[in-house]
């Protein structure tokens, strides 16, 4: 029956990358977050394709600004940007590691090092500098943080669903099989749900970004391929207005943290 399953779960992968890859260029979105979209449907399949239809797709020409200002889906602009970036680093980590044989703790520390890596560095710190002004440095402080917490909640929900799928299908742990790759798709579907109501934080608390419109024609000379006035209720300024005390931000640190020490607790191979 897994076996239906999983053929089923890529045939629909496969449609979904697809029309993402051939509808995507025409939504005036940013090109960070257009990639962005189409690494989530790889791993996501019909989920990603789906949350690319409902929260960012242009329904009506001009109308992108308007759609995306809800916060549901800023949030969920900035939770996809999140689980893409750092998902593929987690899941490259997870295939050098089931090929290395590596020990639990050796698996989740290469995990966790090139998720956050790839994640912070360049989906987040590089990809999005052009929204603090240019400056990589910047960057690299203002997206830290919210790259820190987040990725503690997408890494909570995807160790024990990693974990529980390879104690019980069977070539889970072998990257050279499908059933390895279903079972990250899963998990980072796990992930992503877990990482959701982090980013919601972050974004009501100006921490990070969510949605965006970009509209190379109607920037008057601005450079070329930011973002666009997004009216009220947009949220492409990026760091902009009040933020949380640093009392509250170690806070959510922490909690972030002790939730991860549960989603290994939970996977039964970390603790005891």
């Known amino acids: 029956m897994i076996e239906g399953i999983m053929i089923a779960w890529f045939v629909l992968t496969g449609l979904s990358v697809a029309f993402v890859v051939?509808?995507?260029?025409?939504?005036?979105?940013?090109?960070?977050?257009?990639?962005a979209f189409v690494i989530l449907v790889v791993f996501t399949g019909p989920l990603g394709a789906f949350f690319y239809?409902?929260?960012?797709?242009?329904?009506?020409?001009?109308?992108?600004?308007?759609?995306?200002?809800?916060?549901?889906?800023?949030?969920?602009?900035?939770?996809?940007?999140c689980a893409a970036g750092d998902g593929i680093g987690i899941i490259t980590g997870a295939a050098i590691g089931a090929y290395l044989g590596l020990s639990a703790w050796g698996d989740f520390a290469l995990e966790y090092t090139l998720g956050f890596g790839f994640g912070w560095a360049y989906f987040q710190a590089f990809a999005m500098r052009d929204m603090v002004g240019g400056s990589y440095t910047r960057s690299l402080k203002e997206t830290f943080i919210p790259e820190l917490v987040s990725m503690n909640l997408l890494?909570?929900?995807?160790?024990?669903?990693?974990?529980?799928l390879m104690h019980r299908i069977e070539g889970a742990g072998d990257?050279?099989?499908?059933?390895?790759?279903?079972?990250?798709?899963?998990a980072l579907v796990v992930g992503f749900a877990l990482a959701y109501p982090i980013n919601w934080w972050l974004v009501v608390n100006n921490m990070k970004h969510g949605m965006l419109t970009?509209?190379?024609?109607?920037?008057h000379g601005a450079e070329h391929g930011?973002?666009?006035?997004?009216g009220e209720g947009g949220h492409d300024d990026h760091?902009?207005?009040?933020?949380?005390?640093?009392?509250?931000?170690?806070?959510?640190?922490?909690?972030?943290?002790?939730?991860?020490?549960?989603?290994?607790?939970?996977?039964?191979?970390?603790?005891?």
């Open 53 to 81: 239809v409902l929260g960012c797709r242009e329904p009506l020409k001009g109308t992108h600004e308007q759609y995306v200002s809800a916060t549901w889906r800023q949030v969920l602009g900035s939770t996809m940007h």
């Open 226 to 230: 930011s973002p666009v006035d997004q």
């Open 175 to 186: 990257p050279f099989q499908l059933a390895f790759w279903f079972t990250m798709s899963m």
């Open 155 to 164: 890494m909570t929900g995807m160790i024990p669903t990693m974990k529980f």
């Open 239 to 272: 760091g902009g207005g009040e933020r949380p005390g640093s009392g509250t931000v170690i806070v959510v640190i922490i909690i972030t943290f002790g939730f991860l020490a549960g989603g290994l607790w939970l996977s039964g191979e970390f603790f005891g």
């Open 214 to 219: 970009v509209r190379p024609e109607l920037e």
């Open 22 to 35: 051939i509808d995507i260029p025409k939504t005036p979105e940013s090109t960070v977050l257009k990639w």
